[in-house]
């Protein structure tokens, strides 16, 4: 699976699309790491506490600049398509935070690694999950 998925990010007849969305993902990700580590280390808020709220913010943003450019063929158009759009990428990166903050937990209470490093690992491993659903229900 991820060697057809690595393929399909070079080759295939979606490789621009996915290239856009791991774009946007990974300026999302530096982002969301460094609000992450403003809520901890200046904000006094507990890591998965901040983590969640940081996720929460960059799903918006990222949700409006993939409408806008990774998905600019079938982007959600009007008020209603928009809010639409809005709940069901909700919905799927929702369903993607117990993977990402499980990571993140379990890399920094089992294995010690830094919170922000950890953080990044888990937003690599729901970020494949998260663009196979996101291509095919919220953009579909």
């Known amino acids: 699976m991820l060697r057809r998925f690595l393929r399909a990010i070079l080759v295939g007849p979606e490789a621009p699309q996915i290239r856009r969305f791991f774009l946007v993902g990974t300026a999302a990700a530096a982002f969301q790491t460094a609000m992450l580590g403003t809520l901890v280390e200046v904000g006094d808020l507990q890591y998965l506490l901040a983590a969640a709220l940081s996720i929460e913010t960059t799903i918006i ?9 990774t998905f600019h063929a079938s982007r959600h158009d009007g008020w ?5 759009g809005l709940l069901q990428t909700n919905i799927v990166r929702g369903s ?14 089992a294995a010690a690694v830094p919170y922000l490093v950890a953080n990044g690992v888990g937003i690599v491993i729901s970020g494949v999950y998260r663009y196979l659903l996101e ?3 919220t953009w579909g």
Do not use: F
């Not at 943003?61 to 450019?69: F, H, I, P, T």
């Not at 209603?80 to 639409?84: K, S």
């Not at 993607?96 to 209470?109: K, M, N, R």
């Open 135 to 137: 291509s095919r229900w």
């Open 80 to 84: 209603r398509e928009y809010a639409n």
């Open 61 to 69: 943003l990222q949700y409006g600049v993939n409408n806008r450019w």
């Open 96 to 109: 993607a935070i117990p993977i990402q903050l499980g990571v993140l937990y379990a890399l920094v209470s």
